[in-house]
């Protein structure tokens, strides 16, 4: 079992692991952790937001976006803590995809599904 503390260690450790300029350009959107989202309990994670490319002039003032990324659900795929990083890693880049404006069916298509 992976203590809530740990989990955040490693969710930080695949933030640190994307790219810096794609890092710098997220914009307005704060990582979080939770264990399971309430009404969708095998959800490995989850953009609640305004993507990069949806937004207009008009975006201003709103709310930092969501993504949230799921304990147990990322734990009950993983054998151990090594195939834990690797669902982790996979998880937030699919969430940034979508913060990015990249949609489920490409994300499918390049193996980050």
Same mark, same amino acid.
């Given at each position: 079992?992976?203590?809530?503390?740990?989990?955040?260690?490693?969710?930080?450790?695949?933030?640190?692991?994307?790219?810096?300029?794609?890092?710098?350009?997220?914009?307005?959107?704060?990582?979080? /952790?939770? #264990?399971?989202?309430?009404?969708? %309990? !095998?959800?490995?994670? +989850? =953009?609640?937001?305004?993507? &990069?490319?949806?937004? /207009?002039? #008009?975006?201003?003032?709103?709310? %930092? !976006?969501?993504?949230? +990324? =799921?304990?147990?659900?990322? &734990?009950?795929?993983?054998?151990?803590?090594?195939?834990?990083?690797?669902?982790?890693?996979?998880?937030?880049?699919?969430?940034?995809?979508?913060?990015?404006?990249?949609?489920?069916?490409?994300?499918?298509?390049?193996?980050?599904?």
């Amino acid at each position: 079992m992976v203590s809530a503390a740990r989990f955040d260690e490693l969710v930080a450790d695949a933030l640190d692991r994307i790219p810096a300029p794609l890092a710098a350009a997220m914009d307005n959107v704060v990582v979080l /952790t939770g #264990d399971a989202h309430p009404d969708d %309990p !095998d959800l490995l994670g +989850l =953009y609640e937001g305004v993507p &990069l490319t949806e937004r /207009t002039h #008009d975006y201003s003032g709103a709310l %930092p !976006d969501r993504i949230t +990324l =799921y304990r147990d659900p990322l &734990l009950s795929i993983s054998a151990d803590e090594a195939e834990l990083v690797h669902e982790v890693l996979v998880t937030v880049v699919h969430e940034i995809a979508h913060h990015f404006g990249i949609e489920e069916d490409a994300l499918h298509r390049l193996g980050w599904g």
